[in-house]
């Protein structure tokens, strides 16, 4: 599945946090034909797209991602974040809740679901 000990997922994170997103994207795609399951494969791929300005892709990755594995709040929340720079609050306020609902102490979804609150 998803190993992030893979040294082709290394090379994608590397060149990722370089910001050389055509590299790592195309690793990330690279590891997903291999592995179409590949939850950190979907995921980082998500954040390239993210990053990239395409949204829609960036959360048909994360949605993914999320369904390989539902207990993965860092994916919730990156998930949470992108649908709230897109202006879908609902739902962005939704999966802020979903990881609080999972882990009550998360600093950043408590934090982000105060900015909602403060909002209305």
Known sequence: ?????????T???????????DEAMADFQHILAQDSNSIEGHYQLGLVYGFIGM????????LRAMSLEESRLDIRYDLAMTYSMLGMYDEAKQ???EVLQRDPEHKKAKEQIAFFASMA
């Open 95 to 97: 999966s802020f809740e």
């Open 55 to 62: 949204f829609d892709e960036s959360i048909e990755e994360l």
């Open 1 to 9: 599945m998803g190993n992030p000990e893979n040294p082709i997922m």
């Open 11 to 21: 090379r994608g994170i590397a060149y990722k946090v370089e910001g050389k997103y």
